[in-house]
């Protein structure tokens, strides 16, 4: 099915399953320990090997020698994995570095062999008798010592690096208030609960991965280039995932690993990268370099904007396109975003929950609340004023599919109580604690991507849907389910869900805030035309039949949906493909955040209050679990602000605080109260299903609102994140903060 003009009325605008708060279906099995992951595959491959993987000792060099004798005399050992008996190997076009290292290594502690043993403990022990001979190099490992060297990447997800329109230095010289200011963001980690962990089994020819990842078909793609066979000789299994945020979109290690150790002891084997080895084996967010410039009038209204963005990564890596939100959120007539990347030899940089507009809106959404308070403007009202119903950057003839921006930002407003904020900052003390409020807007781009399902219905009336989309925590098993019950008209209990299986129909995947809308749409597809066939059967026009309680119905005529599957149940496959709406309408998530902090006078601890938000992300398929996910992404943005770091040795090149002990998250208790309300939205040039992306909006701006409450509590401007305690006490007057 191909969807290149906007939708009209269709099944699930009836709106008696898709928009109505479910429970998650998937729910009973992971609360009762029986939703089998990854690494819990013996059920599938029984009696596995384990795998330990031996990281590199340095950075940048290469590999004089390795010598095995002691590992493999260790009790246990069934074999060890190097690039000297693995045999020829690619690199993914997903990876940026090979995940088998040798004799070149090209990041700290990248994979340059793999123990394995008749159990972990034997594994692991052997794994420290191997004994690797280095010849180091010098590396670079200093964004900031680097920023000078930094070069303009290719374009990248169709996105060019640069853009220009108007005369942005001639704008900016003239404008009536200026800020010139330049914000910086650490290196991150995804610290998902369930690590990269991967059961590898043989059948001749034939490879089975039992692996946690987000974008199945991907994933057999670069596993077969890689090991240089035939991708349907590859099998991809990934029905449950325990969190990914992005770093699970490409095969890693453990999976690659796995298959070469399986293929040499002769039984399966499984691997999963030890928590201290994630941060620096695997991908993460990379720190940037942000310089911000806006012009505008006295009434705070822009027509000069400029964001500059400086990131590192490995050769043939990407930067993190921190200005694209830039390019699309507020007015302005003259225009630059520019992004530069610096050759890094730091472990892989690569998508991170939002990536680009996560760490860009910690920045340009800090500069608007400086451009608010030079021109003596609420924060709130200079948004409202900035607002633009098109795209920017093209004109009035590229509108916004729909843009929802200043109902958010009021509506959300109206219900934090914005209006009690006092607008001067260190004004407001509860006890030991100076409050502040602050707030941001949130932008995420709208992408779809062509996803496929394959739907059947047995003669018990009983509905199945197959298709590899994969569920990382997001609830995409029930919405799902929703969509073949709406458009099916049965109840969302006589559904079954089948995900994560190469076998099934190729999806969009999870990733991208993509995954909900684009596989709800293939169901919605593949559902159309199992509709078509039933109407056949049953002797009714397709057009003319509706589907409701279980019944195939045309007029005063009915059949029972059970019946017309017959015995043998009868089944259909289609795939939702896109045209060129994407490209003649902007189309974006907005949102409009809202903090209150307290921050103590003497120790500058910082405590959220409360946290606030209003979102416009089209039709929301499930209210309970898309709230969820926004609940989790404001909190994801809360720990960008105030405590998430990886922490570079800039002598050695590697993250020191590489485990859960060091490397800090917020939890419950960190954010009281947290409150969600969606704004009403339906995006008919979306999808079908009129919806949109939710899962990655929340994060994007949290983080800033953050910042923002920080300096209305306390009058001190941080612009390096994360905003710890000792940066606050740098900039306090005396003992006090304010």
């Known amino acids: 099915m191909k969807f290149d003009t906007p939708a009209t009325t269709n099944p699930i605008d009836r709106g008696r399953v898709v928009g109505i708060p479910h429970d998650r279906i998937d729910g009973a099995a992971k609360v009762t320990g029986t939703a089998p992951y990854a690494y819990e595959r013996h059920d599938a491959a029984p009696k596995p090997a384990y795998g330990w993987i031996v990281g590199s000792a340095i950075a940048s060099g ?199 150790g399986a293929r040499q002891v002769g039984r399966p084997v499984k691997v999963a990268i030890a928590r201290p080895q994630i941060p620096n084996n695997t991908t993460h967010r990379p720190a940037t370099i942000q310089r911000i410039r806006l012009g505008a009038d006295r009434n705070g209204v822009i027509d000069a904007i400029a964001h500059d963005v400086w990131s590192g990564d490995l050769p043939g890596g990407g930067p993190e396109t921190a200005a694209q939100q830039t390019r699309l959120l507020y007015r302005g007539a003259n225009r630059i975003t520019t992004h530069r990347l610096a050759t890094l030899d730091l472990p892989e940089g690569n998508a991170m929950r939002a990536p680009g507009e996560a760490v860009g809106l910690l920045a340009l959404e800090v500069a608007m609340d400086e451009l608010a308070e030079a021109c003596g403007v609420d924060p709130v009202e200079l948004r409202i004023r900035n607002d633009v119903q098109f795209d920017p950057e093209a004109g009035p003839q590229r509108p916004f599919s729909s843009r929802k921006l200043v109902e958010c930002l009021r509506q959300g407003a109206d219900r934090f109580g914005w209006n009690r904020r006092n ?20 932008f995420r781009n709208n992408l779809v991507q ?43 209990e006589a559904v079954t869900v089948k995900l994560g299986d190469s076998r099934f129909p190729v999806s969009a995947g999870s990733g991208g805030q993509w995954g909900a809308n684009s596989s709800t749409a293939g169901v919605y597809a593949a559902c159309m035309a199992l509709r078509a066939k039933l109407a056949e059967k049953a002797g009714f026009a397709a057009d003319q039949t509706d589907f409701e309680d279980g019944l195939v119905k045309q007029g005063n005529r009915s059949q029972k949906l059970g019946a017309l599957a017959g015995r043998e149940g009868l089944w259909a496959e289609d795939k939702m493909e896109y045209g060129d709406l994407e490209k003649r309408y902007a189309q974006a998530t907005f949102g409009a955040h809202f903090c209150e902090v307290g921050v103590d006078v003497d120790t500058a601890e910082v405590r959220i209050r409360r946290m606030g938000g209003a979102f416009a992300a089209g039709r929301i398929l499930n209210p309970k679990s898309a709230r ?27 993250f020191v605080n590489h485990d859960m002990a060091e490397y800090q998250v917020p939890v419950h208790a960190d954010i009281p109260q947290q409150d969600v309300l969606f704004v009403d939205e339906l995006d008919d040039k979306s999808s079908p299903m009129k919806a949109k992306g939710v899962g990655e909006l929340g994060i994007c701006g949290a983080g800033a609102a953050v910042a923002n409450a920080i300096y209305n509590a306390t009058g001190v401007r941080l612009r390096d994140y994360p905003l710890t305690i000792d940066k606050l006490l740098r900039h306090a007057d005396g003992t006090a903060i304010a």
């Open 62 to 260: 290469t590999i004089r020698s390795i010598d095995l004798k002691a590992a493999e005399a260790a009790p246990g050992v069934l074999g060890i994995v190097t690039y000297e008996n693995a045999g020829p190997l690619e690199k993914g076009d997903f990876n940026t570095a090979r995940l088998l290292g040798g004799p070149k290594v090209e990041h700290y502690e990248q994979a340059v062999a793999l123990v394995v043993a008749d159990t972990l403990e034997n594994a692991r022990d052997a794994a420290k008798l191997v004994q690797i001979d280095y010849a180091p190099a010098t590396g670079r490992f200093d964004l900031a010592g680097e920023r000078a060297n930094a070069v303009k990447p290719k374009a990248s997800f169709g996105s060019e690096p640069d853009t220009s329109v108007g005369d942005f230095d001639g704008a900016f010289a003239k404008a009536a208030v200026k800020v010139d200011q330049t914000y910086t963001t650490p290196d991150q980690s995804h610290a998902m609960m369930e690590p990269h962990a991967t059961i590898a089994a043989w059948n001749g020819d034939m490879l089975t991965l039992w692996t946690a990842n987000q974008m199945v078909a991907w994933g057999v793609g670069d596993v077969a280039k890689t090991l240089k066979i035939k991708k349907e000789n590859v099998r991809i299994v990934s029905p449950y995932i325990g969190g990914g945020f992005g770093s699970k979109l490409f095969v890693r290690a453990d999976a690659l690993l796995a298959a070469l």
């Open 450 to 492: 062509t996803s496929g399902a394959r739907v059947g219905v047995d003669a018990e009336g009983r509905v199945t849907v197959e298709t590899d989309m994969t569920d990382i925590g997001t609830g995409t098993y029930t919405i799902i389910g929703q969509t073949a019950a709406e458009m099916l008209g049965v109840p969302l």
């Open 423 to 442: 607008p001067k900052p260190g004004q407001v003390r509860d006890g030991r604690w100076l409050v502040g409020m602050g707030m941001a807007s949130a």
């Open 628 to 654: 969820s996910q926004v609940i989790g992404a404001m909190t994801m943005g809360a720990g960008a602000a105030l405590m998430e770091e990886l922490v570079v040795d800039t002598r050695f090149g590697f």
